[in-house]
């Protein structure tokens, strides 16, 4: 079940069955800080709670209502991987193939107001060492709400 066009191995799905046990991790500490709510404060995640996971954590700020996202947080290991810090810039100001993809997926959370799943088979950026990835993107709210961040951990799948 994806939303998005196959053409370069990138899917949004709505089905949340991770092959990764850590994005599982991750998805049922957002359920529990949730609790009964639509979404969870940004102020009620902790990264220390997820150390492991860290490296791989950004975090969006959504801009006017989804037409751009700033980068808040950009984990080492994506920084690593993408060659170049991205923490503060816009979506918008990043390499298109990446930019691409990240927007659809922001802007899928923000359409179905709920987690998503990402997958693809290869990477956006020529020459990189890994095949493919896995993301987790997760919705926090500053009222409740309104979605305003967006918490991705985006895991790299290494070359076989």
Known sequence: ???TPPDDNFCIITQ?????????????????????RNFPRRSEINPAEFPKLLPWINMYD??????????????T?????IGFEVGGKLVSEIDPPI???????????LEMRAPIRA?????????????????????LSSDGTDIDIIIVASLLDTRK
């Open 77 to 81: 290991a994506l920084t690593e991987v």
């Open 16 to 36: 949340l069955d991770f092959r990764r046990p850590e994005l599982n991790t991750f998805l049922e500490y957002w359920l529990n800080k949730r609790a009964d």
């Open 119 to 139: 997958t693809t088979s290869r990477s956006a950026l020529p020459g990189q060492d890994f095949q493919g990835s896995e993301v987790c993107a997760l919705p």
């Open 62 to 75: 959504v801009l006017d209502g989804g037409r751009d996202f700033r980068v808040r947080i950009c984990g």
């Open 99 to 109: 930019a691409r993809r990240i927007k659809l997926t922001l802007q899928a959370v």
């Open 1 to 3: 079940m994806s939303n």
